[in-house]
């Protein structure tokens, strides 16, 4: 083993990075698998933010933002507390909001 290190440095460098990185991609991937797994259908908070809802609903979340009446995200994405503050409303007003855009979203996903 040391001799095939020693007569192909690069060849075997090469070879230790491929493998260092498609071990980072498959934990990074294992990862986010268990966490999606882990929060399906979460119960709408006012620390999500619509792209985390759709997700976790396994909804278009610019769908959510068409029913729901809410902008769609300029550059960093709002929370539906940050939503609310804006509009000047209760939170539970927004997430009712919410709730219902995914409502009636499932409801037409459903076969008749």
């Given at each position: 083993?040391?001799?095939?290190?020693?007569?192909?440095?690069?060849?075997?460098?090469?070879?230790?990075?491929?493998?260092?990185?498609?071990?980072?991609?498959?934990?990074?991937?294992?990862?986010?698998?268990?966490?999606?797994?882990?929060?399906?259908?979460?119960?709408?908070?006012?620390?999500?933010?619509?792209?985390?809802?759709?997700?976790?609903w396994?909804?278009?979340?610019?769908?959510i933002?068409?029913l729901?009446?809410?902008?769609?995200?300029?550059?960093h994405?709002?929370?539906?507390?940050?939503?609310?503050?804006?509009?000047?409303?209760?939170?539970?007003?927004i997430?009712?909001?919410?709730?219902?855009a995914v409502?009636?979203?499932?409801?037409?996903?459903?076969?008749?």
């Amino acid at each position: 083993m040391r001799a095939l290190i020693r007569r192909h440095p690069w060849l075997t460098s090469a070879l230790a990075l491929a493998l260092a990185l498609t071990l980072f991609f498959a934990v990074r991937f294992a990862v986010g698998v268990v966490y999606w797994a882990q929060h399906r259908q979460d119960p709408i908070s006012g620390w999500m933010t619509v792209g985390y809802i759709g997700r976790s609903w396994q909804l278009d979340p610019r769908e959510i933002d068409a029913l729901a009446g809410f902008p769609l995200p300029q550059g960093h994405p709002l929370t539906l507390e940050e939503i609310a503050r804006q509009r000047g409303v209760p939170v539970a007003e927004i997430i009712a909001q919410a709730e219902a855009a995914v409502a009636k979203l499932q409801s037409a996903d459903s076969p008749p």
